[in-house]
């Protein structure tokens, strides 16, 4: 008998240690499966028919963090010498975090798959939520907006029903400034610029609050749930170039040789509040990063390193991060801008 108490949904962080096989032969063979690929298998031998299997929490953590598996239909099966046991009819699904909540299906219908309680994005540029869902759920998107112009608010709301694709999976809501003005049927001439918007999916809620603040640099990475979220980092940028050649002289002549070049850019943030900087550090520790590069749509793999992170819970101190970035393959990336005017708004006040 496999003594593993767990929901129909559950979450990795609340994998137990350890638990026990009673019943058992004297050896029996145990097969570890999420979504039908063997991850696992090992022969244990029993103590008066009890055998004790560890470290299952952390090799479905590690597994499913190395593969960046957001959640997977579990399995784990017992061999006997008589026959088989089987535990299935259970869904994974992947956090790096523990909640105080009784229910780990009652967490997940009632947060989306981030630890923000709130955000901050710049206007024009892509942001969405994703969130988890069983199969019986019912998927409305419900947004409740504010415009404001010269002081006037204006209130506009709209929903919409996400297909359900009958089984548990997670699905993903776009909330970028264009999208939610495009979804109220409103252009910013008439109304102004977007605020706020309130979204609610079920039992699930979050507010967001738009910027004209530009961005510094603009990232994906795999947060506390292995899902994708936007990171639009304001702040300032330096970028640095590590030079490094040798020199040899042959028949009196110098020349350099083992020439290399790495470019890096140095990000320090601006003043970041608790549960920013506690989400920032998410992005610090990611196994996947991209650089968006906004004005063509795309994404790049990015290293990060050189990491402050110091934490400061007092309102009176502010918390501020410092790290760098680099291509993956250090490429040189540029923006090729074709002028409009033989001369420039740069070179204008020469010629004035």
């Known amino acids: 008998m496999i003594n593993l108490n767990l929901g129909n949904i559950c979450l990795s962080s609340s994998l137990p240690d350890k638990f026990t096989i009673t019943q058992a032969d004297d050896v029996i063979t145990c097969i570890v499966e999420l979504d039908g690929t063997v991850v696992y298998s090992t022969t244990l031998f029993s103590n008066e028919h009890t055998a004790t299997f560890y470290d299952l929490g952390k090799l479905i953590n590690e597994y499913m ?6 959640f997977a239909s579990f399995s ?19 956090s790096a975090i523990r909640h105080d909540m009784q229910d780990d299906g009652a967490f997940l219908a009632s947060h ?17 939520l994703t969130f988890f869902a069983d199969a019986d759920e019912q998927l409305l998107v419900e947004i409740s907006a504010v415009f404001i112009k010269d002081g006037i608010a204006t209130y506009k709301s709209y929903s919409n ?11 993903v809501v ?39 603040e530009k961005p510094t640099a603009s990232f ?71 650089f968006h590069i906004e004005e063509r749509n795309r994404m790049v793999e990015v290293l990060i390193s050189d990491i402050t992170s110091e934490i400061v819970d007092s309102p009176a101190e502010q918390t501020r991060f410092k790290f760098s970035w680099r291509m993956a393959d250090n490429s040189d990336w540029r923006l090729i801008e074709q002028p409009t005017q033989i001369f420039t708004d740069s070179y204008n006040p020469i010629f004035q």
């Open 112 to 128: 989306f798959l981030t630890t923000r309680r709130s955000y901050n994005i710049p206007h024009g540029y892509n942001f969405f």
């Open 174 to 212: 776009s909330l970028d400034s264009g999208t939610v003005s495009a979804g109220c049927s409103v252009s910013e001439s008439a109304v102004g610029k977007l605020a706020s918007v309130a979204v609610r999916v079920g039992q699930r809620h979050m507010t967001v609050y738009y910027t004209n």
């Open 65 to 70: 963090r190395m593969h960046h598996i957001v």
């Open 220 to 290: 994906l990475f795999q947060n506390a749930f292995n899902a994708q979220e936007y990171i639009h980092i304001i702040g300032k940028e330096t970028l640095k170039s590590d030079i490094t050649k040798k020199d040899a002289v042959c028949m009196g002549v110098s020349s350099f040789y083992d020439k290399s070049v790495e470019k890096k850019h140095l990000i320090e943030t601006c003043h970041l509040t608790l549960d920013e900087a506690n989400w920032f550090n998410e992005f610090l520790v990611s196994d996947r990063v991209q």
């Open 161 to 171: 029903t996400l297909q359900s694709r009958m089984e548990p999976a997670y699905y």
């Open 76 to 94: 784990f099966e017992v061999r006997n010498q008589g026959g088989s046991e089987v535990l299935d009819d259970v869904t994974i699904v992947y």
